[in-house]
């Protein structure tokens, strides 16, 4: 996906602790390290590590109550963190719309087959709707609907669908 991503070594890892400052009791070192590796503009900078460990105490907690952890993927767009999700045995997302769907659902890095795009349909996207719920037989894919119209774009779509084939 299109964010560039940095993971820090260890030794990055202390300085930044080092360099750190405290904002709202949340522990801010960004901003040292960006300047240390000649970071001008806005990128996504990751502790592997602390993600890692982050993502697999969730995914425990998530097991422990017999839940499923769907991570929003809308903050990093990242398919590194989504191959780490993975890596940690998570196999649902939620995305903020079909184009990010598609490319979390295709990347070849993560391939999530159980997404779903937690923003109302637009219908005139309801082809790539389509088309992303067709693209493999293991797809799952939910979308929201907030008005009866968009209920009846779809079924009308697939409807069409069906008879064209």
Known sequence: LSARCR?????????????AVQWEGVTLSWRRT????GVEVPTLLVDRERCVENIARMQKLAQSASALLRPHVKTHQNA???RWLRECGIHAITCSSVDMARRF???PLCRFDDIVV???LNVREI???HALAE?????KLAVIVDCVEQVEALVAYRDSAATKA
Request: glycine content about 2%.
């Open 7 to 19: 993971t820090s070594t260890m030794a990055e890892r202390a300085q930044e602790e080092e360099d």
């Open 135 to 139: 693209c493999r037989s293991e797809m």
């Open 34 to 37: 960006a300047d240390r590796l």
């Open 105 to 107: 659902a295709e990347h």
């Open 118 to 120: 937690a923003v109302p």
């Open 127 to 129: 082809a790539a709707v």
């Open 80 to 82: 590194a963190v989504g």
